[in-house]
């Protein structure tokens, strides 16, 4: 569940390390901060538009584990 939940933004912070890092070889930039900010942007684009998703899928699993709660301590 973890997983599902954090790949998302697991691969837009991935996707735009990359691109920002061939953007700083490319021109030879070594500052650390300038890749910071756009995989913030990144994750928080990424947050908003897969964001109602991940909130459907933890809710339907708290909703299983609550419901199922009873059967499985015994």
Known sequence: MAFYVA???????????MVVSMLQAAT??????????????GVGGALLIFGAWMT?????????LWVHLPEMVR
């Open 7 to 17: 790949l998302p933004l697991l691969g837009a912070a991935f996707g735009v390390g």
């Open 28 to 41: 030879r930039q070594s500052d650390p901060t300038i890749n910071t900010v756009p995989k913030l942007l």
């Open 56 to 64: 459907a899928l933890l809710q339907g699993f708290w909703y299983n």
